[in-house]
């Protein structure tokens, strides 16, 4: 009897410092020498899988800590800020990378083409599925946004927006395993911004965004966001186009085995996951009995609670949160939230519309060298103040879909942004909801690697040199600019070109009034151009 042996190299992400070989052996299926002592082994192998999760998540590939600034050593239990995502460690990100244009997930089955190639719009991404042959295969597919979503790594950096700069930049995505690259903003009249790098899934939301577009859910591995992303190119009338990573296998991944265990809790056997049937709010958490909590208070509520008889729940992190999202449901279309009716949703008030939570994870969702930001997984609109162009008013619109995935300051007050932060406005609420899990792969980490100096150099405006002093003149001697380049000057103790709430010196609520992309800085642009007007501050948060 011949055995057929095969050589390939696996991929550990978050220890890419290891490369491992397995030798796999294919045992050829002889029937008339199938012994019944055989069969049984091998129907009691099958029961045993049967048993194991169909749709397994996929470790973040969080293996830092932060409070609510930047990263901090790891807290111990007890501690501000015990129990984020990184104390918890989940099935490791493993591919086998077969050197024909494909790589298998050994975690989830799931085998993925490993370039996405140019960019396509959403109607040659569907037709070109059908048609892909990469690695002699011919059943590859869309994926879902569960499938695509199992791939994103938290090690990633959002960058700054306004950059043209991608030199040290990390993608949310493992780069030694597929192909990546940014949007081009040196493209002419095609010309894009750094974080257009989404790619596109099967899953359409059920509703509509902003003024009534068809919209693909998508994730984008520049930023680390899951967006509903409009088929149609909002700066044209052409449609819009994505990268597409084509996948195959493991047809059962992302699809819920949802059961009420009649006491208070859920269990997804697909995940291994066991969830509160309600939330926050139903427990009347926080200070004002409203389930609203900022980042810390949600670790630390989430670590204490003793709940259906259970008291090792924690704050999920953001792939464990984001499977239970039913993306066949909106608050539209379905008057729900986008979650499985056994699930008890709380309702909240958004600029006068009743709507649904934001759910904090324990995930930090990096910018530069910060952690001021962490994830939440929206289960009710998606939404986000748009400008009119015609009047200049602000407009509170569903921009990203329920079912999207963005991030809160972890700390703040909401109505110092009353028209939220980024490109499309996304709304902050800063103080949201929790829904704890339990169960599933998460092993306890009580150490990590040493605390990385912030790096700053992520900025486009600290990538410039600084002008060559006038002749006679020392940098020391020179007056600073007038205007916004003055107040940057006058603020920028670390010259990275931009000034931190640690650098400001004036009230936290003015910072923030200045601060109208909400990426926790200042930039020469976001700058005043004299005083500051004489105004009342900001009224305290009411949560």
């Known amino acids: 009897m011949r055995f057929e042996t095969k050589t390939e190299t696996i991929r550990k992400p978050k220890h890419p410092h290891i490369t491992m070989k397995t030798t796999r052996i294919a045992l050829p299926l002889v029937g008339a020498c199938f012994s019944m002592g055989t069969l049984a082994g091998t129907c009691l192998a099958a029961a045993e899988t049967a048993k194991q999760p169909t749709y397994p998540i996929v470790d973040t590939g969080q293996i830092r800590c932060y409070d609510d600034k930047v990263q901090v050593a790891f807290p111990q239990v007890q501690s501000p800020y015990f129990g984020q995502d990184a104390h918890y460690a989940g099935n490791q990100p493993s591919y086998q990378v077969h050197g024909n244009g494909t790589a298998t997930d050994l975690v989830t089955g799931l085998m993925w083409q490993t370039d996405p190639g140019e960019k396509m719009t959403y109607r040659q991404a569907v037709q070109g599925a059908s048609k892909c042959r990469t690695g002699g295969h011919s059943d590859w597919r869309l994926p879902t946004i569960k499938e695509l979503y199992s791939l994103i790594l938290f090690s990633g950096t959002d960058p700054d927006v306004h950059s043209t700069d991608t030199s040290r930049l990390k993608p949310f995505i493992d780069t030694q395993v597929f192909k990546f690259q940014y949007g081009n903003p040196n493209n002419g009249a095609q010309s894009e911004r750094i974080i257009d790098s989404q790619f596109a899934t099967s899953t359409k939301y059920v509703h509509q965004t902003m003024r009534g577009n068809d919209t693909v859910f998508g994730v984008n591995f520049a930023d680390g966001r899951i967006k509903g992303y409009p088929m149609k190119d909002p700066r044209g009338n052409a449609d819009k186009k994505f990268f597409v990573l084509y996948v195959r296998g493991n047809d059962h991944y992302g699809k819920n085995k949802l059961v009420d265990n009649k006491d208070g809790t859920i269990t997804d056997?697909?995940?291994?996951?066991?969830?509160?049937?309600?939330?926050?709010?139903?427990?009347?958490?926080?200070?004002?009995?409203?389930?609203?909590?900022?980042?810390?208070?949600?670790?630390?509520?989430?670590?204490?609670?003793?709940?259906?008889?259970?008291?090792?729940?924690?704050?999920?992190?953001?792939?464990?949160?984001?499977?239970?999202?039913?993306?066949?449901?909106?608050?539209?279309?379905?008057?729900?939230?986008?979650?499985?009716?056994?699930?008890?949703?709380?309702?909240?008030?958004?600029?006068?519309?009743?709507?649904?939570?934001?759910?904090?994870?324990?995930?930090?969702?990096?910018?530069?060298?910060?952690?001021?930001?962490?994830?939440?997984?929206?289960?009710?609109?998606?939404?986000?103040?748009?400008?009119?162009?015609?009047?200049?008013?602000?407009?509170?619109?569903?921009?990203?879909?329920?079912?999207?995935?963005?991030?809160?300051?972890?700390?703040?007050?909401?109505?110092?942004?009353?028209?939220?932060?980024?490109?499309?406005?996304?709304?902050?609420?800063?103080?949201?909801?929790?829904?704890?899990?339990?169960?599933?792969?998460?092993?306890?980490?009580?150490?990590?690697?040493?605390?990385?100096?912030?790096?700053?150099?992520?900025?486009?405006?600290?990538?410039?040199?600084?002008?060559?002093?006038?002749?006679?003149?020392?940098?020391?001697?020179?007056?600073?600019?007038?205007?916004?380049?003055?107040?940057?000057?006058?603020?920028?103790?670390?010259?990275?070109?931009?000034?931190?709430?640690?650098?400001?010196?004036?009230?936290?609520?003015?910072?923030?009034?200045?601060?109208?992309?909400?990426?926790g800085y200042i930039s020469q642009q976001e700058a005043p151009t004299g005083p500051p007007a004489n105004r009342r501050p900001s009224p305290p948060h009411r949560r």
């Open 269 to 519: 056997h697909a995940t291994g996951l066991t969830w509160m049937t309600v939330d926050s709010g139903m427990l009347k958490a926080g200070k004002d009995k409203d389930g609203k909590l900022n980042w810390q208070q949600a670790l630390a509520w989430s670590e204490s609670l003793d709940y259906a008889g259970h008291s090792d729940w924690r704050l999920p992190n953001a792939k464990e949160l984001q499977s239970i999202v039913d993306y066949s449901r909106s608050p539209a279309t379905t008057i729900s939230a986008a979650i499985d009716p056994l699930f008890q949703t709380s309702r909240v008030t958004e600029g006068g519309e009743n709507d649904y939570p934001y759910y904090w994870t324990g995930t930090t969702h990096r910018r530069g060298g910060g952690g001021r930001s962490a994830v939440y997984v929206c289960f009710g609109k998606g939404y986000g103040w748009m400008t009119d162009r015609r009047t200049g008013d602000k407009i509170l619109m569903d921009v990203h879909g329920a079912g999207c995935q963005r991030s809160d300051p972890k700390s703040g007050d909401p109505s110092a942004t009353p028209h939220g932060r980024g490109p499309q406005g996304d709304v902050l609420r800063i103080y949201n909801f929790v829904r704890c899990v339990r169960g599933g792969k998460a092993n306890p980490v009580t150490t990590g690697p040493a605390v990385e100096k912030p790096d700053h150099s992520a900025n486009p405006e600290a990538q410039q040199a600084p002008a060559a002093p006038e002749r006679g003149i020392t940098r020391d001697d020179r007056q600073p600019p007038a205007g916004r380049a003055g107040f940057v000057a006058r603020l920028d103790r670390n010259k990275d070109g931009k000034v931190s709430i640690d650098e400001f010196d004036g009230p936290k609520n003015h910072f923030n009034h200045l601060d109208t992309n909400g990426d």
